[in-house]
């Protein structure tokens, strides 16, 4: 089974400004001062060649699509990915598509827009718990976002929700799946995040998907790429992706891994945006184990 991991998208969208409200006007010229450039359309080009000549049989991508949660953006996220193959996708929501309090509750634009490619909820929408059977392989996805004010980017997730899911996969007698969720449940010593970036309650949840561990957690949100090997702690891969839509700059590099899962074993490549040769090339994994 092999698996495409992007993250953190933040497709470009003019959005008329007058259409913006409260923190989203910050949010929208932060991005369109210091971010747009960084995300070239030429980069998403050479993703779809890439997904052509890798051939994976799942692409996941781990949050982040949007920049400011406003329907336009959604719309414009939709028609772009419409260009990958559908029936391989899974995708879950980051903190920039749950940006506003209208993204969230009654009919929230990320499930208007992406979710018939997110999987089935399981849990009757009391909480965001998605499952969805690619190939021979089940995805489940968890939502670790909620709107914040403007300084805040963390995360949570209710220990119900561990307990929820291991409750319906032993229902479902699933052994082995693979877990998508934003925020990182592990960083190395040198890229720690702050009280305002981070999933808050990492360690409890760590303790908690001990029980019933999944062969991988993947996760987007920092924006560069690493994996940690499986540990005592967490028994699993925890594999990040970069910001595969991008452009490097010093402390981020852009990217994406595949992900080669046979009988339960994993391999793992990494991929950068070469910008000599304008295309992904296979780069050396930067990886931990778990004590680094
Ligand atoms: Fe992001
Ligand atoms: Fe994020």
Same mark, same amino acid.
């Given at each position: 089974?092999?698996?495409?991991?992007?993250?953190?998208?933040?497709? *470009?969208?003019?959005?008329?400004?007058?259409?913006?409200?409260?923190?989203?006007?910050?949010?929208?010229?932060?991005?369109?001062?210091?971010?747009?450039?960084?995300?070239?359309?030429?980069?998403?080009?050479?993703?779809?060649?890439?997904?052509?000549?890798?051939?994976?049989? @799942?692409?996941?991508?781990? !949050?982040?699509?949007?920049?400011?949660?406003?329907?336009?953006?959604?719309? @414009?996220?939709?028609?772009?990915?419409?260009?990958?193959?559908?029936?391989?996708?899974?995708?879950?929501?980051?903190?920039?598509?749950?940006?506003?309090?209208?993204?969230? !509750?009654?009919? *929230?634009?990320?499930?208007?827009?992406?979710?018939?490619?997110?999987?089935?909820?399981?849990?009757?929408?009391?909480?965001?718990?998605?499952?969805?059977?690619?190939?021979?392989?089940?995805?489940?996805?968890?939502?670790?976002?909620? *709107? +914040?004010?403007?300084?805040? @980017?963390?995360?949570?997730?209710?220990?119900?929700?561990?307990?929820?899911?291991?409750?319906?996969?032993?229902?479902?007698?699933?052994?082995?799946?693979?877990?998508?969720?934003?925020?990182?449940?592990?960083?190395?010593?040198?890229?720690?995040?702050?009280?305002?970036?981070? +999933?808050?309650?990492?360690?409890?949840?760590?303790?908690? +998907?001990?029980?019933? *561990?999944?062969?991988?957690?993947?996760?987007?949100?920092?924006?560069?790429?690493?994996?940690?090997?499986?540990?005592?702690?967490?028994?699993?891969?925890?594999?990040?992706?970069?910001?595969?839509?991008? +452009?490097?700059?010093?402390?981020?590099?852009? !990217?994406?891994?595949?992900?080669?899962?046979?009988?339960?074993?994993?391999?793992?490549?990494?991929?950068?945006?070469?910008?000599?040769?304008?295309?992904?090339?296979?780069?050396?994994?930067?990886?931990?184990?778990?004590?680094?």
């Amino acid at each position: 089974m092999k698996i495409l991991h992007l993250s953190d998208l933040h497709f *470009p969208t003019r959005i008329p400004f007058l259409q913006l409200r409260g923190k989203m006007i910050v949010g929208y010229l932060n991005y369109t001062l210091r971010r747009r450039k960084k995300y070239p359309s030429y980069v998403w080009s050479s993703i779809l060649k890439s997904v052509e000549t890798l051939n994976p049989e @799942a692409i996941v991508v781990s !949050g982040d699509i949007t920049n400011v949660s406003h329907e336009l953006e959604f719309q @414009a996220a939709g028609k772009i990915l419409s260009e990958l193959p559908q029936d391989k996708i899974f995708y879950i929501p980051g903190n920039h598509d749950r940006y506003t309090k209208h993204a969230v !509750g009654g009919n *929230p634009f990320f499930e208007k827009y992406f979710s018939k490619l997110s999987g089935d909820s399981i849990s009757h929408n009391a909480e965001y718990i998605r499952i969805k059977k690619i190939g021979d392989l089940h995805f489940v996805g968890w939502d670790s976002s909620l *709107p +914040l004010s403007i300084l805040n @980017a963390y995360g949570t997730i209710q220990p119900q929700v561990v307990e929820t899911t291991q409750k319906i996969l032993r229902e479902k007698k699933i052994e082995d799946y693979v877990l998508v969720c934003h925020h990182p449940i592990w960083n190395p010593e040198e890229r720690q995040e702050t009280i305002h970036h981070r +999933l808050r309650n990492r360690e409890e949840i760590a303790v908690l +998907l001990k029980k019933q *561990p999944p062969l991988a957690f993947l996760h987007g949100h920092v924006h560069t790429n690493w994996v940690k090997f499986p540990g005592p702690l967490m028994p699993y891969y925890v594999i990040n992706s970069a910001s595969s839509t991008r +452009l490097d700059d010093t402390r981020h590099q852009c !990217g994406f891994h595949l992900l080669e899962i046979q009988n339960r074993n994993l391999k793992i490549q990494r991929y950068t945006y070469n910008q000599e040769q304008s295309k992904f090339t296979e780069a050396p994994l930067v990886s931990y184990s778990e004590k680094e």
